[in-house]
């Protein structure tokens, strides 16, 4: 079917914008972190992204779903574009400005009294992505997927660099020559804080790119058009809260649950150490989340692009089924070779790696329920998709408040994948209720069971020899592939080549 494979290509393309900048990340920023940070201060900057992503989905209010939502059905799609534009600018810019007057208060809220300025740097950076996210919604709208990748690996590439200049070059130049003009750019007192500047820094590059593409079109305001896009936005904001809730309120709420033995002489630098610990190992998993977010780029406008063919729910069904293949496989690839995956990290950090299965199972189910929430979205059912993730949202606090005090960062971990397992058993239920896809159960539990139960019988195995272990596992990777390929390979050439 030529649809799957445009969905196919047009996921490889975005995975060129997502795919390579969390790469970068992950093989640069990651390993440069936790080994140029201790463990405490990259709890400081785990935490605080924890709160940008929260605050990210509050800015852009369910905009960029609406945006190709209203767009699809609208003969003048800039008047979408410029009033959902618009929509942005005032409300990214306000929280900016507020932000920045009431520093000091928010920064002794949450614990970091002695540091204004990361507040300011970090409202910042969360208010220019979010009046972005629209000029980059409309480049996939109009499947200029090339210019959005480029912008975006030139964004992150940009980031890191600055990282590394701020970070490693000017210490280690002003060290050599101390009267250098470097003494201008860089002050060491500021740390982890230049990992913000770095950010801060990107995000106005992204803005300057981005500027043709936001002023090509000739702006209007269309005040009953926002309106109506509102009421179609405001409960996929609380989806998207709720979600925020369930990926990111463990490390929100970790340093005020975990207990700290007594014996600890700094309680905050051990809360945020074991954070760090916590957060590097979520890192670990970032084969599946970028798979996932690349997909989630290419396949949200391709949905709803393709809901008025008459094969659409089998098409749906399909894409599900294979989905949850690639995702399996990466959770092998992961835990098969997690002895090569660990060295990503610094080795302060590699007490937590005991978690990376439980994280990459909680994505697997993320990335299915990001597929089933398609039932609601087509349906113009979105109150549904806030109540499913209120749902989780409860499960995570809960779990949180009662696991984390007990087994720490675990019990952080295992939160987050029931969280997301309740989620998933109730949209599907209400998805078999209002808009019925037929998915190919048997095998997806098949596959599923096949896949966990090799991972299992890897750990259960003792290995005299490390290479004997990698041999194993490529043996067990392999079998993986071969079972899925030869059950698949007459029913997928049958129906999409």
């Keep these: 079917m030529r649809a799957l494979k445009n969905l196919a290509g047009q996921t490889l393309i975005y995975g060129l914008g997502t795919i390579i900048p969390r790469l970068l990340n992950y093989l640069l920023l990651t390993p440069f972190y936790t080994r140029i940070f201790i463990e405490d201060q990259y709890g400081v900057i785990s935490e605080l992204y924890a709160y940008a992503a929260f605050l990210f989905v509050l800015l852009t209010y369910g905009m960029e779903t609406t945006y190709f939502r209203f767009a699809e059905n609208e003969k003048h799609p800039s008047r979408i574009f410029s009033t959902s534009l618009s929509a942005l600018f005032l409300t990214s810019s306000g929280f900016i400005i ?184 979520f890192k670990l998993a970032v084969l599946m989340t970028i798979f996932i977010q690349m997909f989630r780029y290419a396949a949200e406008p391709f949905f709803f692009s393709q809901a008025k063919q008459k094969d659409a729910k089998e098409l749906y069904a399909s894409v599900m089924k294979y989905f949850i293949i690639f995702c399996l496989l990466i959770f092998l690839l992961v835990n098969l070779y997690i002895d090569l995956f660990k060295y990503f990290i610094g080795r302060e950090y590699r007490t937590g790696l005991h978690i990376v299965p439980v994280v990459l199972s909680a994505n697997l189910l993320l990335g299915i329920l990001f597929n089933l929430s398609i039932w609601y979205k087509l349906t113009d059912r979105t109150r549904f998709g806030a109540l499913i993730a209120l749902s989780g949202s409860i499960v995570t606090i809960g779990l949180n408040l009662l696991l984390v005090p007990v087994f720490g960062y675990s019990g952080a971990a295992w939160a987050h994948f029931f969280c997301n397992l309740t989620m998933v058993a109730i949209s599907y239920v209400l998805c078999r209720k209002f808009y019925p896809i037929p998915y190919d159960l048997k095998h997806i539990f098949l596959y599923i069971g096949l896949a966990y139960s090799l991972f299992f019988i890897s750990i259960s195995i003792h290995y005299p020899e490390i290479h004997l272990k990698y041999i194993f596992n490529t043996i067990l990777f392999f079998a993986f592939a071969g079972i899925v390929f030869a059950s698949e390979r007459k029913n997928f050439i049958a129906k999409y080549l």
């Design 98 to 281: 507020l932000i920045s007057i009431f520093a000091d208060p928010v920064s002794h809220l949450i614990k970091y009294p002695e540091h204004p300025e990361y507040i300011i740097l970090m409202a910042s950076i969360i208010g220019i992505d979010a009046f972005l996210s629209i000029p980059f919604a409309n480049l996939r709208f109009r499947n200029k997927s090339l210019r959005f990748a480029a912008i975006r690996i030139i964004s992150v590439v940009a980031n890191i660099l600055f990282n590394f200049f701020f970070l490693v070059f000017c210490p280690a130049y002003l060290d050599n020559n101390p009267d250098s003009f470097i003494s201008i750019l860089y002050n060491p007192d500021i740390g982890v804080g230049y990992a913000f500047i770095s950010n801060f820094l990107a995000s106005l590059i992204t803005l300057i790119l981005l500027l043709p593409d936001i002023f090509k079109i000739r702006f209007s305001f269309d005040p009953s058009l926002l309106r109506r896009m509102l009421v179609y936005s405001l409960p996929l904001m609380i989806v998207g809260l709720a979600g925020m809730i369930n990926e990111v309120s463990d490390k929100i709420m970790f340093r005020f649950l975990l207990h700290v033995p007594a014996h600890i002489q700094n309680p905050e630098a051990y809360s945020l150490a074991q954070l760090g610990i916590y957060s590097a190992n």
